[in-house]
């Protein structure tokens, strides 16, 4: 289908290529007298100069000047009815005046270009005058009729055209906004790829409203706590008394035992103390938990005269204060079952930070024992049963992790603490 910009083109070139042919035909004719010729060329080159002037020199008057275009008209008109005048050859030209018409003059002034046009066609308004055929009138009515017919079939062709350019228009803004829906979808992907760090304030809220349960969570509270300061701390004293009264007849060891049963007896105290008042433990509450495992491994290890170390993997970072405290207190129960049933030779401690948890490792070399075997029947770094391993197993559920423990006879106790990593954020959203 013919396209606007065709149309336009066409219509700018059509008088120029039929005025180069009509005046290639009447220059070849040999019937007219050379002098007539060479007029005839000279007023063909008027036609030339005259659109390029008014339409091709400048493009823009066809659009929107109206006064310009009905000069040119005019002008391209007469000149048309003189040439065709000269030369019958130049009827060609009269035919590009049809479009023209259509091409250059706005509305109805379209159709009194083409009556004009069909005028001349016939040879001229004086010629229509002058003759008093019958055939003449009907031949200029004829003409007029059909260059209407043929304008009014260019205007439908625009029409249609500029429909069709609405259509792209219509279709361009469908385009855009089906970009615009799928930049909101990646918007969406956006929000759902921070979905983990909303996941992580829920679970913190959670923990916060999980504080202000029932008098059954608060005494399950205060008996881990009691069993983590007062218990294990009694149980140090108890058996640093025990070493000092073997060690009767050495004042120097009995010293030493002595001063640590004193120093376990005060940091019970405060461990106590923090316990009532729903605090962190004392080393958490002064330093980072890698920082306060590395003093409950030395100390212990100290107190006990047993060689433990501890270590580090990953990236450390702040975690929610429960995550640590429950760290913390199963890394401390862990050890004194080594202190109390093991008999170890060594004993190693591993904090590892991974992704979404963080996990803490306990080994001993000790005696083991049968996981499922009934309480009291001994064991390594943790028992199979007992309050104490209980107490771990609450705090650690409590948090959605777990406690596994892997121990045989003789072979040593291994316990592997794993709670999700809840970081520290959270804590300072739900305050």
Same mark, same amino acid.
Request: aromatic fraction near 6%; include cysteine.
């Given at each position: ?141 004829? @003409? =007029? %009729? ?9 205007? #439908?062709? $625009?029409?249609?055209? /500029?429909? *069709? !350019? ?85 004042? @120097? =060891? %009995? ?9 376990? #007896?005060? $940091?019970?105290?405060? /461990?106590? *103390? !923090? ?157």
């Amino acid at each position: 289908m013919l396209r606007v910009h065709d149309w336009d083109r066409a219509w700018r070139a059509l008088p120029l290529c039929l005025l180069v042919v009509a005046t290639v035909i009447a220059v070849a004719d040999s019937s007219a007298p050379p002098y007539d010729r060479v007029v005839t060329v000279a007023l063909a080159a008027v036609v030339a100069v005259w659109h390029w002037w008014m339409v091709l020199a400048h493009p823009e008057w066809p659009e929107r000047a109206l006064a310009p275009m009905a000069v040119y008209f005019t002008g391209l008109v007469a000149l048309t009815w003189a040439l065709s005048s000269r030369h019958p050859a130049y009827g060609l030209l009269v035919l590009a005046c049809f479009p023209t018409a259509f091409a250059t003059l706005p509305g109805r002034y379209a159709y009194l270009g083409v009556a004009v046009t069909a005028f001349v066609a016939v040879d001229g308004p004086s010629s229509l005058l002058n003759s008093r055929s019958p055939w003449l009138i009907a031949s200029a009515l004829t @003409g =007029a %009729v059909l260059a209407a017919f043929i304008g009014w079939s260019i205007r #439908a062709l $625009e029409a249609e055209v /500029e429909r *069709r !350019r609405a259509a792209n228009r219509a279709l361009e803004s469908a385009n855009q906004a089906l970009e615009n829906a799928n930049q909101a979808l990646e918007s969406a992907n956006l929000r759902l790829a921070l979905l983990g760090e909303e996941n992580a304030e829920l679970q913190g809220r959670l923990l916060a409203a999980a504080r202000q349960t029932g008098v059954t969570g608060e005494r399950g509270r205060l008996a881990r706590e009691i069993h983590d300061t007062v218990a294990q701390g009694l149980a140090g004293i108890v058996t640093q008394l025990e070493a000092a009264e073997e060690a009767a007849n050495d004042a @120097g =060891a %009995v010293r030493r035992r002595l001063a640590v049963a004193r120093s376990l #007896a005060r $940091e019970s105290l405060t /461990e106590v *103390r !923090r316990s009532l008042d729903d605090m962190r433990p004392g080393p958490l509450a002064e330093s980072k938990l890698p920082e306060a495992l590395s003093s409950l491994v030395s100390g212990w290890s100290a107190a006990n005269e047993l060689p433990a170390t501890l270590t580090v993997t990953g990236t450390a970072r702040l975690l929610h204060p429960e995550v640590e405290v429950a760290v913390y207190r199963a890394v401390q129960e862990a050890l004194a079952n080594v202190a109390r049933h093991a008999g170890a030779g060594k004993t190693g401690v591993t904090l590892s930070y991974m992704e979404d948890v963080v996990v803490a490792d306990i080994r001993d070399d000790g005696v083991g024992f049968t996981p499922l075997a009934p309480a009291g029947t001994g064991g390594g770094a943790g028992t199979s049963g007992g309050f104490g391993l209980t107490a771990m197993r609450q705090r650690v559920v409590r948090l959605a992790g777990n406690v596994e423990v892997e121990s045989a006879p003789g072979q040593g106790t291994a316990i592997s603490v794993t709670i999700p990593a809840i970081p520290a954020a959270a804590e300072r959203e739900t305050t």
